[in-house]
């Protein structure tokens, strides 16, 4: 049974607040499971079913009989130990039954349980926060590929101090007589870990939205996030000056416009992950 998630708002700086929890952000991907009458089926946020695709997520360790529909994320780690967005995303696109099963051992998933909608036949969505989280550490039994997502009360930035320590991709505000609506809410919030950088603009897109960013003379990724009209109407305004060429997908131009961008962090490639538009340096 598929239950569409509750979504997060964003907020810019980490709070202190006692009426929310404050938890990690997993850098995973959303996953739903369902639990009823002894079958295990997981859900992304979109419903696409990936039963399948995590093999080692079919044991759910609760005890014998119940019926759960749990909401969470599920991540995969690097072989450092550290959550690593790009390995979930290589498990998510695995399709051939053997590189799946080879997977599990090679690149196992954990699944971060963080809410428990429904129980033995109770929906719990119109309960607390607080009321669902005390029966989550009741009937999940933490093991190699689960675990329940553990909060704080009240103190937000002190979390967020230690999650920018640790480089991880931020934290989640949950009030904790928030019920669970299937909908984007602000009663629940999240606030990003972001990293900063200048970059200069080398190009953009023909077709949709997009500056091709460069750092240090190599490409960095596409900038399509957080750029206003102002903004987009001044580039262009100048760029006509400065273009050295094009083909069938990009307008090339001078490397002379600087920018400073916000992003989660990089890829593997040396790319930047979901860069956002802050400002022009000038």
């Not at 130990?81 to 997977?103: P, Q, S, V, Y």
Request: glycine share 6%; charged share 30%; aromatic share 12%.
């Amino acid at each position: 049974m598929f239950i569409e998630p509750m979504l997060l708002e964003k907020r810019e700086a980490p709070f202190d607040d006692g009426r929310y929890v404050f938890e990690p952000k997993i850098d995973g991907h959303r996953l739903i499971l369902s639990f009823i009458d002894g079958q295990v089926r997981l859900y992304t946020r979109h419903k696409t079913e990936v039963t399948q695709q995590y093999p080692e997520l079919h044991h759910v360790p609760v005890e014998p009989g119940c019926h759960v529909i749990l909401d969470g994320e599920v991540a995969s780690m690097d072989d450092s130990g550290w959550i690593d967005f790009e390995a979930i995303m290589e498990r998510f696109k695995l399709k051939k039954t053997a590189k799946i099963r080879e997977a599990t051992v090679t690149k196992p998933v954990h699944y971060y349980v963080f809410d428990v909608l429904h129980y033995n036949g109770i929906d719990m969505r119109n309960r607390p926060l607080t009321e669902r989280k005390a029966l989550l550490l009741q009937i999940l039994t933490a093991n190699a590929f689960y675990s329940p997502v553990l909060s704080v009360e009240g103190t937000g930035i002190a979390l967020f101090d230690t999650i920018k320590e640790r480089h991880l991709e931020g934290i989640v505000a949950k009030r904790k007589d928030s019920v669970y609506v299937s909908r984007r809410s602000d009663r629940w919030l999240k606030i990003i870990n972001y990293q900063y950088a200048d970059v200069h603009i080398a190009g953009y897109r023909k077709d949709t939205f997009g500056w091709l960013a460069y750092v240090n003379g190599r490409p960095a990724g596409t900038i399509e996030l957080a750029v206003s009209s102002d903004h987009k109407k001044a580039f262009y305004g100048v760029v006509k000056t400065i273009v050295t060429g094009e083909d069938r997908n990009y307008v090339y131009v001078q490397p002379r416009i600087k920018a400073r961008v916000r992003f989660r962090n990089y890829y593997k490639s040396g790319l930047l992950r979901s860069p956002e538009f802050v400002e022009f340096i000038v």
